[in-house]
């Protein structure tokens, strides 16, 4: 087999070697088009995961980077003259000169051609000529934009400038430190690689490197500002350059990696933030992957078929990690006034990589400061910390969800709601949702949607807060009103989500005729008399909700439902008072929440969930958001449930572990009202890591409320926690405790002879 490798980086270097040192009867050259000892950057951290792979495939290599590594295990956070470190996190780095050497010498022992200041040859030409070519041509990949048809490739780029520096001395931990200049803020990410060198990186938003200058300065110019600039954190020292320049980070994703015989690796596929590590380390860990698949699938088509199989969930979930903490650093200056230990441990935990339960095993010391700065009791979690709205107060953190159950006859609620209800209140949450209760029997999603426009309903729901109120004491229960709009009379969810009746149709009414998706009914216009009608019928629920003895009240101002649908510029196109800037689109909303909330006792909080986004382009968008909370937030509500999508069938959600949270993040540090989180957040660790990060108050989880109706009570009982954020009713408390199981291991061998 003839391979060519294009790229003389890490990572085309390494799957040179380990190709030719797998079947050393294959052909193996690699062009690079700079010389042997051009490289840019500095350092390259590379994790014990990878180093594991490394010794696995390969010892000589791996034997020869443990000779120049740098180890260490502490993050220094510095922040308005304060210094906060955290312990236990195991980091291991070296020069990249270094490491180009090393694989260097490990490709000639091997027999790898290497050509050196040598452009490759078009990629048409070497895939006729050789049997596999590896492209490792960098973020900048020819090979991928000659053949862009085939993996398609989505280039962003994002809103802070970086250059990649060097100091002359080692740092003695993974180094954070942040300057509030009068430009603006900007932050120094920096490591050591070597005993006597540190990378350093300097990084800030667009409009504070032009406020700043540095648009105007040359290469030395700009590294003696960002010394200046950081002098604190370089004890007065000097930084250098290796043919460094301020540039925009991109993130590259491609559909496919492979075209034929032709396989992208490393950042010619993909790119990860350096804030969470380095290229490198997922440039190696491609290697070790496609040598791998070519080891064990019996063709080359096959091989690339697993190796991309194999590594695209991985470099998915590991792109989703950076995303989180690229945003965070953009998005710094919101956190600038959080308390000191509180910053580090939101910075610690950014990516979601890092959490409350692994950070307390890495450093205990220093989680458990943080905890006590949060006002956490001794041996409380901080989703066990009581929460105030108004006059309610939560005894935790934790939030069922609404979730619709399309299990009503004729909008009542019957045992079925009690039971699902009750349950859920019997778990320990500090605050149980309705699923959308309905203001009209034209307000229905389906005919299996429960409402508030009857005496009937307003008495079946007493009968379940009351239910909730004897028998889960400390439980409080919410109601959430909504009108459907457009996106009513369809099947239950189970029948066809979103499906027009076959039969038994009603008509709908939204903020403009337009009909949800391809096949569903058009809705009528509505006129100012029926937004009136509508207001009423709001107001009217909620009498009955505040007579049926709710504890807080929620409008669904969200996912494309009526309220929604006068927010979003995609579903209003009305020309009137009521549609074009957001100021007319938000008209409607507040009047409905002014008159509700003008009816709802003055004692009992009101929320409002939002879509913070559409995921749709002209749609909602994050600033946009902030807007409608703030809207809200003056009209008094005290909280904004923060939730993304489902307003138009087109969207393109990026789903993803806590995907929304950084929504409401953002509008808790802009607006400065509490927020409830939603969306993915599935373990208590999640839970424990966003509160106590100051990314949310409170956090709302169903799925995992269906899976396990004492979902709270459980995470209690696995933290070790039996406070009064999480009571066990008294018929329940002997399950407090995990249930004992079989032995299911076996002595071990106390001894081996041999033969």
Not at 583 to 601: H, I, N, S, T, Y
Not at 606 to 624: H, K, L, N, Y
Not at 742 to 754: E, F, I, N, V
Request: negative net charge; charged residues 25%.
């Amino acid at each position: 087999m003839r391979v060519a490798v294009i790229g003389g980086g890490p990572g085309g270097l390494y799957a040179a070697a380990l190709l030719k040192r797998l079947d050393p009867a294959r052909e193996v050259t690699v062009w690079e088009r700079n010389a042997p000892d051009d490289t840019f950057g500095f350092g390259v951290v590379l994790s014990d995961e990878t180093l594991g792979g490394i010794e696995h495939a390969d010892p000589v290599v791996y034997q020869a980077l443990q000779k120049d590594f740098v180890r260490w295990d502490d993050i220094d956070i510095v922040h308005r003259g304060a210094r906060h470190t955290s312990g236990g996190h195991g980091f291991a780095a070296l020069g990249r000169r270094r490491l180009l050497e090393i694989l260097h010498e490990r490709c000639r022992s091997l027999g790898v051609e290497l050509r050196f200041c040598t452009e490759a040859p078009y990629p048409a030409w070497l895939s006729e000529t050789y049997d596999l070519v590896v492209a490792a041509d960098g973020v900048h990949s020819a090979t991928r934009e000659a053949y862009a048809h085939a993996f398609r490739p989505r280039v962003a780029t994002h809103r802070c400038r970086y250059i990649w520096l060097a100091a002359g001395f080692a740092f003695d931990a993974f180094r954070f430190e942040i300057a509030e200049t009068e430009h603006g803020v900007m932050q120094l990410h920096g490591y050591p690689y070597a005993a006597d060198a540190s990378t350093v990186i300097v990084e800030m938003r667009e409009e504070v490197w032009r406020a700043a200058g540095f648009e105007e300065l040359d290469e030395q110019e700009s590294i003696e500002r960002c010394a200046k600039i950081f002098a604190d954190a370089l004890g007065g020292r000097p930084l250098r350059s290796n043919k460094s320049a301020w540039t925009t980070f991109r993130t590259v994703v491609n559909e496919r990696w492979s075209y034929g015989n032709v396989v992208l690796l490393g950042d010619a596929a993909h790119t990860a933030h350096f804030s969470i590590g380095s290229g490198t380390k997922l440039a190696v860990e491609d290697a070790l992957a496609l040598a791998a698949c070519m080891e064990e699938q019996d063709s080359p088509e096959q091989a690339l078929t697993a190796y991309e199989e194999e590594r695209k969930p991985v470099v998915a979930s590991t792109q989703r990690a950076a995303r989180a903490s690229l945003e965070w650093f953009e998005n710094l200056g919101l956190y600038l006034d959080q308390p000191p230990r509180q910053f580090a441990f939101n910075l610690l935990t950014r990516s979601r990589r890092v959490t409350h339960d692994n950070l307390r095993l890495r450093d205990p010391r220093f989680t458990e400061a943080v905890e006590r700065e949060f006002g956490c009791p001794p041996g409380t979690p901080p989703m066990f910390t009581p929460f105030r709205l108004r006059g309610l107060t939560l005894r935790n953190r934790v939030v069922v969800s609404p979730m619709d159950m399309y299990s009503a006859t004729d909008g009542v609620p019957g045992d079925f709601h009690l039971v699902h209800l009750g349950a859920r209140a019997l778990g320990g949450a500090g605050l149980v949702m309705t699923e959308m209760v309905c203001v009209s029997p034209e307000g229905r999603i389906t005919p299996g949607c429960a409402g508030l426009y009857t005496g009937r309903q307003a008495e079946a729901w007493r009968r379940i807060t009351g239910f909730v109120h004897r028998q889960a004491p400390g439980t409080a229960i919410g109601v959430q009103l909504g009108h459907s709009g457009r996106k009513g009379s369809t099947r239950l969810m189970w029948e066809g989500m979103d499906e027009p009746l076959e039969d038994g149709n009603w008509p709908l009414v939204a903020a403009s005729p337009l009909p949800y998706k391809p096949g569903s009914q058009t809705p009528r216009q509505l006129s100012r008399a029926q937004l009136t009608d509508i207001r009423e019928q709001f107001t009217a629920a909620a009498w009955r909700a505040a007579r049926a003895g709710f504890d807080l009240l929620e409008l669904h101002c969200a996912h494309g439902y009526l309220l929604s649908g006068f927010l979003s510029p995609l579903t209003n196109h009305r020309t009137d008072a009521y549609g074009g800037s957001l100021e007319k689109r938000l008209r409607f909303p507040l009047e409905v929440f002014d008159a509700v909330r003008a009816v709802w006792p003055e004692e009992r909080p009101m929320t409002v969930r939002i879509s913070a986004t559409d995921w749709a382009e002209g749609g909602t968008t994050a600033e946009d958001a902030v807007e409608i909370a703030r809207a809200f937030a003056a009209h008094g509500a005290e909280a904004i449930d923060v939730s993304t999508g489902q307003v138009v069938a087109e969207e393109r959600p990026e789903f993803g572990r806590s995907y929304q949270t950084p929504f409401a993040d953002r509008i808790r540090h802009e607006v400065g009202i509490p927020v409830i989180a939603v969306g993915a957040i599935s373990s208590w660790d999640d839970v424990n890591s966003l509160i106590l990060a100051g990314r949310t108050d409170l956090c709302a989880l169903a799925r995992p409320h269906l899976y396990d109706p004492h979902w709270t009570l459980h995470a209690a009982a696995e933290q070790g926690y039996a406070g009064p954020g999480a009571v066990w009713p008294a018929p329940y408390g002997a399950g407090s405790r995990r249930p004992q199981t079989g032995r299911t291991d076996a002595p071990k061998p106390r001894l081996t002879l041999g033969g």
